[in-house]
């Protein structure tokens, strides 16, 4: 019976309430749109992903010398 478990209704003001639920409903959408990742079977393979996508986020790196 879950009704003997304690909850966190009365720990929260309203407005951070109305402030988690935002979030809530926005991952929502996002697991419904499909942006997100994994399950990965392993934990390499979640590092091989993540190190891809560092690489990706950081760009080309330039070999010219910055202006100054």
Known sequence: DRSKFPTAADEY???Q???IDARLAESTEDIRAGRLHGPFETHEEMVRFL???ARKARGKVSTQPRAR
């Open 17 to 19: 309430r109305r402030i």
């Open 51 to 53: 190190h891809h996508h």
């Open 13 to 15: 003001t309203p407005e």
